[in-house]
T-cell receptor
């Protein structure tokens, strides 16, 4: 079974500071990994995806993530936080068992950006 | 940009009543999904649907749940006899393929069972 662990349910950074949101996965096969963002009262918006191509993946809004197989990690980063980045962030792994394509989500990290 | 739309945004229902949550997936997508998020908990997979049949369902998706694609555009989730513990945010998603193509989510329906 696949699983995702997000370390830190709440992360606070100052505006302009580096954002680092941690995600570790477990998977018996090479995974497909995703980061989604959820703004208040909205759905899940895809930030970026890893599908076995380049290990450094660039997404929307200046976010990027690096797939590290040796560490089973897929941490999300942004060099300089903006107030508009305040939201909840979810890491997810795609199960490829049989015909199923279900996403397994981490528990989420709430990002607060301080002025 | 095409998007998944869900209606209603908020549904309040008496316990024991039937409820239908509606979704319009992205038009050229072939795979459809329902997830739910109980307040303060993880987003959980409920069911996936392809070629007019269920591909996979989770343990949560018991006999009280059903899905249907009644026409070429809508995808519905029905809960036959709602329970208090069905209160959650329900998300619909769709994808164009099943080989790592991302799932695109709607804004969700908040279901409140009284």
């Amino acid at each position: 079974a696949q699983s995702v662990t997000q370390l830190g349910s709440h992360v606070s950074v100052s505006e302009g500071a580096l954002v680092l949101l941690r995600c570790n996965y477990s998977s018996s096969v090479p995974p497909y990994l995703f980061w989604y963002v959820q703004y208040p009262n909205q759905g899940l918006q895809l930030l970026l995806k890893y599908t076995s191509a380049a290990t450094l993946v660039k997404g929307i809004n200046g976010f990027e993530a690096e797939f590290k197989k040796s560490e089973t990690s897929f941490h999300l980063t942004k060099p300089s936080a903006h107030m508009s980045d305040a939201a909840e962030y979810f890491c997810a792994v795609l199960s490829l068992s049989g015909s199923a394509r279900q996403l397994t989500f981490g528990s989420g990290t709430q990002l607060t950006v301080l002025p | 940009e095409p998007e998944v739309t869900q209606t209603p945004s908020h549904q309040v229902t008496q316990m024991g009543q039937e409820v239908i949550l509606r979704c319009v997936p992205i038009s050229n997508h072939l795979y459809f999904y329902w997830y739910r998020q109980i307040l303060g908990q993880k987003v959980e997979f409920l069911v996936s649907f392809y070629n007019n049949e269920i591909s996979e369902k989770s343990e949560i998706f018991d006999d009280q749940f059903s899905v249907e694609r009644p026409d070429g555009s809508n995808f519905t989730l029905k809960i036959r006899s709602t329970k208090l513990e069905d209160s959650a945010m329900y998300f619909c998603a769709s994808s164009s393929g099943s080989q790592g193509q991302p799932q695109h989510f709607g804004d969700g329906t908040r279901l409140s069972i009284l």
